[in-house]
């Protein structure tokens, strides 16, 4: 029996359509000329179903006349399986070939297992070499698949779809084993959203962008001005001999900034944010910060980001890992859209294009929701109920002050208390934290008497903190049932976090899986994804329905796992990224 069905005709594919569309199941693989959908070109398209050869689409010399047919297939109400599905729905998009129904993605079933005995990599010849003890060449990955292929290489391509119809079985029967269900679920209705904001990106004003690149500039260089009296002028020659070392300008140098900091009276143990923040006033400190602050913008973001514009679009176009860390939040690179600085600067040069708007959302307080339904804090969850300030209340409970008395300074502080105590803050590291975050200043004793009075006005999650600390669980759930496994170092304050993490990130990708649906036939674009928050581009005229339509849909997503909280997102219409 032949390996493989090479197809390269309209009449070949009508001939295999019909045993391809009558398939519950189908493997689909791609093979591209590059790893950009914009640049490079679709040159495979492998499908497996059982008991049928692997057929495999030669897309030069098939498309465009077959996108039609082949669309046909990818839509037909079978079980779609791909490892790495956002990969292949960009190269399939940008042949116009359209994909929907059920997916099963492999390298995502594969990640969700990697905390019950699952293997670290979730790469196609890990995952065969694992779960069907069977080694996979990948030799042919990076041969030249846009020239005359060879039958090495179509061994290759066939392998490759063949081997996810037999991989699947077994990955379904770890998912269904380890009540992975739900999670699974909500993974693999995500990925679709997951390429559409890859393959769409984000607009980025090149003005503006240069514009703050050259303040920036202006500004780390004034502070290096500022701090030449103290750290010494810059020298073209340093003295070898003498008692002293002169600093020359090093203020990138620990070890010199340290010294300088001492010789003038600041003594700190190291030179991190969190050591200096009792000396913020001091001139010499301002300036280091502001030098530092400037210096990390420049080199993070500012000067790099530009190149990354893609000469195609126009536009940036992150790239997105979908269980990117084990809480299960995504991360992101390439630029990493999710680390650009809030400040108004920045967001401001993240622009919709001329006719169009950005719809900004955001859950509001999400991860204290996720903890009143976690820990089931009647308090909390009353607050929640009636729409309650819970920063006002805590503030009111923890001061023993009437809550229509709370000033707008003492509510900063109750935030400090809420997000710092709900995930094992001590005393001390709630003072720090409060102050470098919130600047806000508490004494030890205040912070030891709010730590005291908290617990004794929620006392869901003092007994929340209570059964972890006594139990101390080698394994914990997100509410749609994502597990994860601590290991031996793994400390009281990431069994707090680590479901409450993951718990906000289901509901958000939840949230993106229903969003892909009822955006698929409009002009709207999921642009961006911030762990709560997401950004959309539309129509003008289509702003303010868009905007219900994302609150709507990120608050129904919410409430199917919260189900005793309810679940409350803001948006706002806006030029710009800056404008929530």
Known sequence: MEKWLLIDTLDQVEAVSAKLLSAKVMAIDTETTGLNPHIARLRLIQIAVEGHVTVIFDCFKLLPEAMEEISMILTSPSIKVFQNAKFDLKFLRSEKIAVSGWIFDTMLAAKLLRTSGGPRSAGLASLARHYLNQTLSKEEQ?????????????????????????????????????????????EFECVYAVASIEYDGIYLDKEKWLTLRKETEQMRADALSELYPFIGYPALQLSLFGDHKPYGSNVNSNKQVLKMLGDNGIHVENTSKHSLAHYDQNPIVVSLLKYRTASKALSSFLCSIPGQIS?????????????GAWSGRMSCGGPNIQQIPRKQAFRQCFTALPGRRLIIADYSQIELRVIAQISGDQRMIGAYRNGDDLHKLTASLVLQKQIDLITKQERQAAKAVNFGLVFGMGAAG????????YGVEMSSTDAEMFKKRFFMAYKGIEAWHKELKKTKPGSSRTLAGRKHTYSRESGMSARYNTPVQGSAADILKNALGML????????TSIVAVVHDEIVLECDEVEAQKTALLLTSTMEEAGSRYLKDVPVVAEASVADSWAEK
């Open 142 to 186: 990076k041969s030249d698949f846009s020239s005359q292929l060879t039958t090495r290489q179509l061994d290759y391509a066939a392998k490759d779809a063949e081997i996810l119809l037999e991989l699947r079985h077994r990955l379904l029967d770890e998912i269904k084993k380890n009540h992975l269900i739900e999670v699974a679920r909500l």
């Open 311 to 323: 000469n195609s679009t126009g536009r940036l176009h992150p790239q997105y890992s979908q269980i």
């Open 430 to 437: 709630l003072k720090a934290y409060a102050e470098e975050n």
């Open 516 to 523: 892909y649906v009822k955006l698929k036939d409009t002009n």
